[in-house]
């Protein structure tokens, strides 16, 4: 009689963890796209971010070159007419 006792003991230990594990893997199935989806959301976003970051700093630098070619220009000009 005590090994019927046993045996059905550990027949629920194992239904317990096959439940647990069904379980633990229907959360993971669920959860698991939507982050996937919000991170891939996020790293999009990131590098759109940072797409307009490095236009912005590459604009900025474009007009710096063109005010530095002015002035640069008007420099060469003046030196011309006083000579």
């Given at each position: 009689?005590?090994?019927?006792?046993?045996?059905?003991?550990?027949?629920?230990?194992?239904?317990?963890?096959?439940?647990?594990?069904?379980?633990g893997?229907?959360?993971?199935?669920?959860?698991?796209?939507?982050?996937?989806?919000?991170?891939?959301?996020?790293?999009?976003?990131?590098?759109?971010?940072?797409?307009?970051?490095?236009q912005?700093?590459?604009?900025?630098?474009?007009d710096?070159?063109?005010?530095?070619?002015?002035?640069?220009?008007?420099?060469?000009?003046?030196?011309?007419?006083?000579?």
């Open positions: 009689m005590n090994e019927i006792t046993n045996e059905r003991r550990d027949y629920r230990l194992a239904l317990g963890f096959l439940a647990g594990t069904a379980v893997v229907g959360l993971m199935m669920w959860l698991a796209p939507r982050a996937a989806a919000e991170l891939r959301e996020r790293a999009t976003e990131t590098a759109v971010n940072l797409g307009s970051r490095a912005a700093v590459r604009d900025g630098v474009a710096g070159v063109v005010r530095g070619a002015h002035h640069v220009e008007r420099m060469a000009n003046a030196a011309k007419s006083t000579v």
